[in-house]
Nanobody, 124 residues
Framework: QVQLVESGGGLVQAGGSLRLSCAAS????????MGWFRQAPGTEREFVAA????????YYADSVKGRFTISRDNAKNTVYLQTNSLKPEDTAVYYC?????????????????WGQGTQVTVSS
């Protein structure tokens, strides 16, 4: 079984930054894609960013392109989401997920394991 634990969320003013981390347990971390999703109150979970198993390919939702950066350190079994220029509409619970293959996947159905989430709140 794979366990994912997110951290790094918090309260930040608009224009600020947070670095989210997702620590993974399991022996297949380096061979699968990882993704970040978020869910605001009263909304469905939406895709934010994804990275391939090797870290060579990334994909971002249009709403965060140019502001967020996904990266991974396979030696540490950790994936990161650097969030810059935060806006109030970025407020949500952010979840990391481990995929089924090394390919980048942008839909929730492409992921097998999910963390419990970390809250990001952006004030205006």
């Amino acid at each position: 079984q794979v366990q994912l634990v997110e951290s790094g969320g918090g309260l930040v003013q608009a224009g600020g930054s947070l670095r989210l981390s997702c620590a993974a347990s399991g022996r297949t971390f380096s061979s699968v894609a990882m993704g970040w999703f978020r869910q605001a109150p009263g909304t469905e979970r939406e895709f934010v960013a994804a990275i391939s198993g090797s870290g060579s390919s990334t994909y971002y939702a249009d709403s965060v392109k140019g502001r967020f950066t996904i990266s991974r350190d396979n030696a540490k079994n950790t994936v990161y989401l650097q969030t810059n220029s935060l806006k109030p509409e970025d407020t949500a619970v952010y979840y990391c997920a481990a995929g089924k293959s090394i390919r980048v996947v942008t839909t929730a159905s492409g992921y097998d394991y999910w963390g419990q989430g970390t809250q990001v709140t952006v004030s205006s």
